[in-house]
């Protein structure tokens, strides 16, 4: 994994592990977020429903995780480090680090694991 150097990174971990470290150099946005999302199905839109790849048992699993990433201003480039499902009981933290090295961001969208 090669290194980068940024201004303000975050650390984020899940009960004690660290996941990731990310930056955008001295220019961006950088964003941590958990999230839970449980839908009523009678609020599925009928053009949604009509889609031949729609899956109603996958629309409405309720969803808990958390999710980072931003955006690098000197590229213009959306990056992500993580997104992940949780569960209750769960652990996330999020520590603001000084100026130093990050990791690579992942290719592509992000993708809870």
Not at 24 to 51: E, K, M, Q, T, Y
Request: charge should be negative.
């Amino acid at each position: 994994m090669t290194q980068r150097f940024a201004s303000v990174r975050l650390e984020v971990s899940v009960n004690g592990e660290v996941r990731c470290v990310g930056g955008v150099g001295d220019f961006g946005v950088l964003s941590a977020i958990v999230g839970w999302v449980r839908r009523h199905p009678d609020r599925i839109h009928p053009d949604v429903r009509s889609d031949s790849e729609f899956d109603e048992a996958e629309m409405l699993k309720e969803r808990i995780d958390v999710q980072f990433g931003g955006l690098d201003s000197r590229t213009d480039r959306h990056v992500h480090w993580l997104a992940e499902c949780l569960k209750p009981g769960d652990v996330v933290s999020i520590r603001i680090l000084a100026e130093g090295e990050y990791d690579d961001p992942q290719e592509g969208p992000p993708v809870r694991q």
